[in-house]
């Protein structure tokens, strides 16, 4: 439906998309993401006719943008920006009226189809309460709703979304993109600028990652929100892994605390084990990991934070090599810390360990481990010191 080929452009002397190639299909969600400044809003911009690229072509059901007219864009594109200020005082019902403009002669009036659009759309939004109010005596989030409802009503088979959650709180965040998960099922082509990650990769296909104006990586949300791609688009450390509730990806910042030279061994799989290696890693503490199940939440995470990860087939027997790896890294540690449930082989390594401490609640810790309780974990990392004072 869409195709991005060879796209440049320049405001100035500053090239702001440097040969940016990629195709979104028809019932296709895409998400760009990125950086303030990588060039997602003059992506879209280039997509519904506001800016001509300097170099390529953008086609839209394989017709060239820039010979389309505003009304022949118009029927392809419908686009909600990030401005919800309009230039006169209108009731909600005429501007939603606005998104039919393409479909009838400018003094044509408002026929059956036109009026249902309108009715749908404020429906879809939840905005068919504020219909006879002024536009002017509505929140910022309310306006948002409107112009997403103004776009739905044009009834495009592209939609454009610059940020349409930013001014939205928690509960139109979800239903906002949730509609547009539903208009991408129906067949549908949607492509929204989205500035939360774990947001976008829970109801998008695909993920396109900006970077100073050319695609870093686009794919699905599992191949393209890594930890290393994030710190290169964005400068700064990211520990990914698994919301427990979708199941999508979940992105957390982590602070740029300086490495202060302690390496610190993790023991134990789930979601626990997950958070502390993301704790020690923020706290500035070198990681290694190991034996987890391949798939486990904490071996996404640690594959993208740890110095050194080792993991096993689930529910297999750990092999002699990857036991001996896990064993150096052990010895080679300053402390081992058993973030969660472990057995077999990963006990025994518990047990050659100096000195070592358990998480609060993990079932059959070792005797000889001190208990950290994981709520006030971060308030107790002087205790992973080489030489630790055990606790009275």
């Given at each position: 439906?869409?195709?991005f080929?060879?796209?440049?452009?320049?405001?100035?002397?500053?090239?702001?998309?440097?040969?940016?190639?990629?195709p979104?299909?028809?019932?296709?969600?895409?998400?760009?993401?990125?950086?303030?400044?990588?060039?997602?809003?003059?992506?879209?911009?280039?997509c519904?006719?506001?800016?001509?690229p300097?170099?390529?072509?953008?086609?839209v059901?394989?017709?060239?943008?820039?010979?389309c007219?505003?009304?022949?864009?118009g029927?392809?594109?419908?686009t909600?920006?990030?401005?919800?200020?309009v230039?006169?005082e209108?009731?909600?019902?005429?501007?939603?009226?606005?998104?039919?403009?393409?479909?009838r002669?400018?003094?044509?009036?408002?026929?059956?189809?036109?009026?249902?659009?309108?009715?749908?759309a404020?429906?879809?939004?939840?905005?068919?309460?504020?219909?006879?109010?002024?536009?002017e005596?509505?929140?910022g989030?309310?306006?948002?709703?409107?112009?997403?409802?103004?776009?739905?009503?044009?009834?495009?088979?592209?939609?454009?979304?610059d940020?349409?959650?930013?001014?939205?709180?928690?509960?139109?965040q979800?239903?906002?993109l949730?509609?547009?998960?539903?208009?991408?099922?129906?067949?549908?082509?949607?492509?929204?600028?989205?500035?939360?990650?774990?947001?976008?990769?829970?109801?998008c296909?695909?993920?396109?990652?900006?970077?100073?104006?050319?695609?870093?990586?686009?794919?699905?949300?599992?191949?393209?929100?890594?930890?290393?791609?994030?710190?290169?688009?964005?400068?700064?450390?990211?520990?990914?892994?698994?919301?427990p509730i979708?199941?999508?990806?979940?992105?957390t910042?982590?602070?740029?605390?300086?490495?202060?030279?302690?390496?610190?061994?993790?023991?134990?799989?789930?979601?626990?084990?997950?958070?502390?290696?993301g704790?020690?890693?923020d706290?500035?503490?070198?990681v290694?990991?190991?034996?987890?199940?391949?798939?486990?939440v904490?071996?996404v995470?640690?594959?993208?934070?740890?110095?050194?990860?080792?993991?096993?087939?689930?529910?297999?027997p750990?092999?002699?090599?990857?036991?001996?790896?896990?064993?150096?890294?052990v010895?080679a540690?300053?402390?081992?810390?058993?973030?969660?449930?472990?057995?077999g082989?990963?006990?025994?390594?518990?047990?050659?360990?100096?000195?070592?401490?358990?998480?609060?609640?993990?079932?059959?810790?070792?005797?000889?481990?001190?208990?950290?309780?994981?709520?006030?974990?971060?308030?107790?990392?002087?205790?992973l010191?080489p030489?630790?004072?055990?606790?009275?």
């Amino acid at each position: 439906m869409i195709e991005f080929d060879g796209v440049g452009v320049d405001f100035g002397d500053v090239t702001v998309l440097d040969d940016v190639d990629l195709p979104v299909g028809s019932g296709e969600f895409l998400a760009l993401v990125g950086p303030n400044g990588a060039g997602k809003t003059t992506l879209l911009g280039t997509c519904n006719g506001l800016l001509l690229p300097d170099r390529g072509v953008v086609r839209v059901d394989d017709r060239n943008v820039a010979d389309c007219s505003a009304r022949e864009i118009g029927r392809l594109v419908a686009t909600v920006s990030q401005e919800t200020s309009v230039a006169f005082e209108f009731d909600v019902a005429d501007i939603v009226a606005m998104g039919r403009t393409p479909h009838r002669s400018r003094f044509e009036p408002a026929d059956d189809a036109d009026r249902a659009a309108v009715e749908a759309a404020l429906e879809q939004t939840d905005t068919a309460r504020f219909a006879d109010r002024s536009i002017e005596e509505l929140s910022g989030g309310e306006r948002q709703r409107v112009i997403v409802a103004r776009a739905l009503a044009q009834e495009t088979p592209v939609l454009l979304l610059d940020e349409p959650t930013a001014s939205l709180d928690i509960n139109h965040q979800i239903r906002t993109l949730s509609l547009a998960r539903t208009l991408a099922n129906d067949g549908r082509t949607v492509v929204a600028a989205i500035h939360d990650l774990e947001l976008a990769a829970r109801f998008c296909d695909r993920i396109a990652l900006l970077s100073d104006g050319t695609i870093l990586a686009e794919g699905s949300p599992e191949t393209v929100l890594t930890s290393e791609r994030l710190e290169s688009a964005f400068g700064v450390r990211t520990a990914v892994s698994t919301n427990p509730i979708t199941g999508t990806h979940a992105v957390t910042p982590l602070s740029d605390e300086p490495p202060n030279g302690m390496c610190v061994h993790v023991l134990g799989s789930g979601e626990s084990a997950a958070r502390t290696i993301g704790r020690l890693v923020d706290a500035g503490i070198s990681v290694t990991v190991g034996v987890l199940p391949e798939g486990d939440v904490a071996a996404v995470t640690a594959r993208g934070l740890a110095r050194e990860v080792v993991t096993a087939p689930a529910f297999e027997p750990i092999s002699a090599d990857r036991l001996a790896t896990a064993e150096s890294l052990v010895t080679a540690a300053d402390a081992t810390i058993v973030a969660g449930p472990i057995d077999g082989s990963n006990e025994r390594l518990a047990r050659t360990s100096e000195p070592l401490f358990v998480l609060e609640g993990v079932s059959n810790p070792p005797a000889e481990a001190h208990v950290i309780a994981e709520h006030d974990f971060h308030q107790r990392i002087e205790l992973l010191s080489p030489d630790p004072t055990p606790p009275q």
